[in-house]
């Protein structure tokens, strides 16, 4: 069996063990403090602060994804299944549903896991203030309790219409919780930073920032390689670093590549510079299509400043070299195609730098204009 998964929270065998921030995200969590935890993405911010929760004696977690939310509704009915899976005990559940009776929810029991499910009614839900009704029952499930709140993706609830609003009533209701550690994750870094550093946001200094970065790379390297060996690959450091470099110490991507290596080589294998290769090969293939839809978009400048940043890096992206090398007249024109690149989610810019959300999207625009097509 594949020992390698990406693109979701992994646990249990397939996560590799972080004690120093585990050690620190515990601390902070059995004092109370609220925490936003900040990282690039696909870096492990939810599967270290789910996994860490879990092993914490005595705590329960409510663990809330917003990813994705566009209504209250939705906003709700994320609280709701994070709810049913937090408090299974039928008591509870039955308070639970009566507590949102004016959201005309609805009971039904998951299929595949056979646990029950809370959905409210999207009609009924469409004022701000049925979140109102979802913090209360938040807050009667924590309150007097060893438990810690996680809203994962909470930059999302600013695509809801009237999104500020309801973060803002967030704040107010979470300042009565003080006993309860409220984490706040998100993937958008920018959206993130308006809503806990801009002193005009409500949830303005009111949690303490916890940075999750690489993992080091020595643990890195005896966890990935353990995953090889059991199926009888072997992986040295030497290759190993190659991932690294190339998928820039990410962990979502370094398993993305380790995905495609395991499906290219066999049990009794090394792990080499060519097995490599194939693996790109093997995502190239599978995403060409994505890939070639992402660079049809673009206008002609845009895919330049693209391949160029792709050739040279995006530290430097208005130097004369880059202007050269990407044929466009002036620094202006560069910055407008850098715009249009990050807000197509192509790439984005950290610390002054611009880098590719992919690095396996990076690799292929390098190569298309080696090919020169
Ligand atoms: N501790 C870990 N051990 C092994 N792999 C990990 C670890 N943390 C993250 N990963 C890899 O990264 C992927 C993404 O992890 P996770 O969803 O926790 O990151 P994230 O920072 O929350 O991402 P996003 O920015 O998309 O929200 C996982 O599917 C896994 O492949
Ligand atoms: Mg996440």
Redesign the pocket.
């Known amino acids: 069996m594949n020992p390698f ?6 646990d249990g065998g ?3 063990a ?1 004690p120093k921030l585990a050690k620190q995200l515990s601390d902070y969590i059995a004092s109370g403090q609220n925490l936003v935890v900040q ?1 690039e ?8 602060v789910t996994n860490t929760i879990a092993k914490i004696r005595g705590y329960r977690m409510l663990y809330v994804d917003f990813m994705d939310v566009r209504t209250v509704a939705d906003v709700c009915n994320q609280i709701a299944d994070a709810l049913a899976r937090f408090e299974a005990e039928d008591s509870f559940f039955k308070r639970t549903v009566a507590m949102l009776s004016h959201l005309r929810p609805t009971v039904t029991v998951d299929a595949m896991t056979g646990m029950p499910t809370i959905s409210v009614d999207s009609r009924a839900a469409q004022d701000t203030s049925s979140v109102n009704t979802m913090l209360n029952a938040i807050a009667d499930h924590v309150k007097g309790r060893k438990a810690c709140v996680v809203f994962d993706e909470f930059q999302d609830i600013l695509e809801v219409r009237d999104g500020k609003r309801i973060i803002a009533m967030m704040r107010s209701k979470i300042q009565f919780l003080s006993d309860t550690p409220f984490i706040f ?1 998100g ?1 958008a870094r920018n959206a993130m930073l308006d809503i806990f550093m801009s002193p005009k946001s409500p949830f303005y200094k009111s949690a303490t920032v916890f940075d999750v970065n690489p ?1 080091p790379d020595e643990d890195f390297y005896r ?1 990935i390689s353990g995953r090889f060996k059991t199926g009888g690959r072997r992986l040295s450091r030497d290759v190993f670093a190659k991932m690294l470099a190339f998928a820039r110490r990410t ?2 991507d370094v ?1 993305e590549y380790c995905d495609a290596v395991w499906q290219v080589t066999s049990s009794g294998d090394e792990v080499t510079d060519g097995s490599l290769e194939l693996a790109l090969r093997r995502i190239f293939e599978r995403e060409s299509s994505s890939f070639s839809a992402f660079a049809r978009r673009l206008t002609d400048i845009q895919f330049r400043v693209l391949r160029t940043l792709a050739v040279l890096g995006g530290e430097h992206p208005l130097s004369g070299e880059f202007l050269r090398m990407a044929d466009v007249a002036n620094s202006a024109s560069v910055k407008r195609a850098l715009n249009a690149l990050s807000a197509a989610d192509l790439i984005y810019n950290i610390g002054g730098e611009y880098k590719f959300v992919s690095p396996f999207f990076r690799e292929w625009v390098r190569r298309i204009k080696a090919r020169g097509n």
Request: with cysteine; charged share 20%.
């Open positions: 998964k990406y693109g979701c929270i992994v397939y996560f590799c972080r990282g993405r696909r870096i492990g911010k939810s599967s270290l994750l993937s993992i966890f962990p979502g398993q």
